[in-house]
């Protein structure tokens, strides 16, 4: 199999998103800003033909390699990629699912650190979005507004005086923003709560996704928390709606937690403990069964239950369990059968043994 070498660097790295880090990391795996933008002299991604996509994916090109501070991205042309390659993006984040399955020129251009990726041709003809590890939103918008106005002075976007930045889908227009959130909530699970505060979210128009967005299945208790409606409502605005809720929903996760240490704690240490072992000694295992489990152990360590591993060790083996990672660290194809035994390699190298993942760089 013929890897993109531009991604062989990223293969041992934590992203930006799983580095455990940043404020209330514990509970908050990430803060994400996403800006829909689309140029002024193009139609919409669902009305052009191969000759307008190749005509934008070369224009934003040009436009970003001559945008201030924006030379060293790392720009991959998305078609040419292997499919393992695809969602080896997709799997960090980097990219979207839309993108990666979609059809004809499209593009990513990823900051070295990536902490943000500049997609093209994906819904819409450019989608920026930045990540900041925890519950950092602020500075979040404050990075991702920089980059937009470096492209903005090169580039002219679709905009009306009205409504505000024209998106393909009615629902982004006005701000083209989606701010998100991602936490990771294993008690409100357990103690059967979850829903119940789902429900509370939607009332207040907040979105509730899977770890890979919309349409996406809820992983090792990963949840994304959105805005769902841009129009009629600015930046700050938006911000402070999923920021003010975010706390709360903080606070009931903690208070979870508490409970079950106060009335269930052998119940909770012997998931606790059975999980560890599980990941410690399987021969093979799938990566649904290995999120479940990494996350009663993420919660473990947490609450002081397992002290033999840390959770940026942790965190990244959420990613490098996923299928492309896998084969990506393999350096060759593997079936379903042959990932989940590698997988169970990859997890006894790292917990079984107590050896310490690589340095994030």
């Known amino acids: 199999m013929d890897f993109s070498p531009n991604l062989r660097s990223l293969t041992d790295r934590c992203g930006e998103w799983l580095r455990g880090s940043g404020p209330e990391s514990d509970i908050v795996i990430s803060s994400r800003i996403r800006l829909a933008r689309n140029l002024a002299n193009f139609p919409f991604i669902r009305r052009c033909t191969d000759h307008d996509r190749l005509a934008i994916e070369q224009s934003l090109r040009d436009k970003l390699n001559a945008a201030e501070n924006m030379s060293d991205l790392m720009y991959l ?11 080896f993006l997709v799997e960090r984040q980097l990219i979207s699912r839309e993108l990666a399955e979609a059809e004809g020129a499209r593009s990513v251009a990823i900051d070295v650190n990536e902490q943000y990726s500049l997609m093209i041709n ?18 979040a918008w404050a990075q991702i507004n920089d980059i937009d106005d470096r492209i903005e002075s090169c580039v002219d976007y679709a905009f009306h005086e009205r409504l505000g930045y024209l ?9 083209g923003m989606r701010v998100s959130v991602m936490l990771h909530l294993p008690a409100l699970v357990i103690t059967q709560q979850i829903e119940k505060v789902f ?4 009332k207040i128009s907040l979105a509730v996704r899977g770890l890979y967005g919309e349409g996406s299945q809820a992983m090792g208790d990963f949840y994304q928390i959105s805005n769902q409606i841009t129009l009629g409502r600015s930046e700050e605005e938006l911000i402070t709606q999923v920021g003010d809720v975010v706390p709360v929903i ?3 996760e903690r208070r979870a937690r508490d409970f079950l240490i106060e009335k269930s704690h052998k119940d909770l240490h012997d998931r606790v403990s059975r999980a560890y072992g599980l990941l410690c ?6 990566s649904e069964e290995t999120m479940h489990l990494l996350s009663s152990v993420r919660m473990g360590v947490n609450l002081g239950l397992i002290d033999s591993v840390d959770i940026p ?10 299928p492309a990672h896998l084969q990506k660290i ?3 194809e593997l079936g379903s059968d042959d990932r989940n035994i590698e997988r169970a390699i990859h997890l006894q190298r790292f917990l079984g043994k107590g050896d310490e993942l690589p340095e994030n760089n």
């Open 281 to 286: 000694t399987a021969q093979t295992i799938s």
């Open 167 to 175: 998106t393909a889908c009615p629902t982004n227009v006005g701000t």
């Open 77 to 87: 042309n998305i078609g040419q990629l292997e499919t393992v390659d695809r969602q």
């Open 330 to 332: 393999r350096g060759s």
């Open 313 to 322: 060790v942790v965190n990244q083996l959420f990613i490098q369990t996923q």
């Open 250 to 252: 903080i606070e009931y």
């Open 122 to 139: 994906e819904e819409d003809h450019l989608r920026i979005q930045l990540m900041k590890s925890g519950l950092d939103l602020e500075n």
């Open 199 to 202: 429900r509370s979210l939607q």
